[in-house]
């Protein structure tokens, strides 16, 4: 079973970039994050072989899930906040894995009620992942994790010691979620390789210089690591014309 994760900066904006990618990488599923707008184009995934369930919000978040088989949705919003409106989650059941995308909240400035909601949404979310333990369903989370785990997962430490992805408030909830007995799909498989980034900045030749980060994720549990068969970054999106800043994260299973 191959699941990627992409957050596309508008799906409106990236339609073909994704349509093509998806008739060439064939996934199972695939989470998209960063939609960027209410209408969601089903009928184009669907002609490809795919159904799909989105969150949408106007002009910004929003998730989605395509899949070559069924989905069961679960939940389109994440508990623990009722005035929470973003649309940033959705979590179903697709061939007995529960599989949930996340565009976790950015947070800057550090300080701010946004950086306050961020490390809230991933306690909220924290609680989810322990609370998942208890059930019999392998879970899979992957999307925009919005956190650089550790020095390795940036270009430049020095240039995001003031930024929210970076902060150990952050990084710390992020461990917290390993210490739960989730593995880093990617990191698992390569413990030592630097320069393997996710996400490169539009400006100053980023993405040429390969100054990135990786703060897209896939987190499986205890019994669903067991079937880590492969996890890889396709950074080949990212150089096409007119691309996202994000590019696909594919992890494999047996």
């Not at 919005?146 to 990084?171: G, M, T, Y």
Request: glycine letters at 6%; charged letters at 25%; aromatic letters at 10%.
């Amino acid at each position: 079973m191959k699941v990627a994760s992409w957050n596309v900066n508008s799906v409106r904006a990236r339609l073909e970039h994704v349509a093509a990618w998806l008739e060439t990488c064939k996934p199972d599923v695939l989470l998209l994050q960063e939609l960027k707008g209410t209408e969601f184009p089903s009928e184009t995934f669907k002609e490809l072989g795919y159904q799909s369930v989105a969150v949408t919000q106007k002009s910004y978040n929003g998730v989605a899930i395509l899949s070559r088989h069924p989905i069961e949705t679960v939940s389109t919003a994440l508990a623990g906040d009722l005035a929470d409106s973003h649309a940033r989650y959705l979590e179903s059941i697709i061939l007995g894995i529960r599989v949930v995308n996340i565009y976790l909240p950015n947070g800057n400035p550090v300080g701010s009620e946004k950086f306050s909601y961020k490390l809230a949404w991933m306690d909220r979310l924290n609680a989810k992942m322990s609370a998942w333990l208890e059930d019999e369903v392998p879970v899979l989370i992957g999307g925009d994790f919005n956190v650089i785990p550790e020095d390795i997962d940036c270009h430049k430490p020095a240039s995001w010691i003031r930024d929210a992805l970076f902060q150990p408030e952050s990084r710390a909830r992020y461990r917290a979620m390993l210490s739960l007995g989730y593995t880093d799909a990617f990191r698992s498989l390569h413990p030592e390789a630097d320069g393997q980034f996710t996400f490169w900045d539009y400006f100053r030749q980023a993405f040429e210089h390969n100054r990135g980060i990786r703060i897209d994720h896939f987190l499986l549990s205890p019994q669903l690591a067991k079937r880590l068969a492969g996890c890889e970054i396709d950074k080949g999106p990212r150089g096409q014309e007119r691309p996202s800043d994000h590019t696909p994260i594919i992890v494999e299973l047996n």
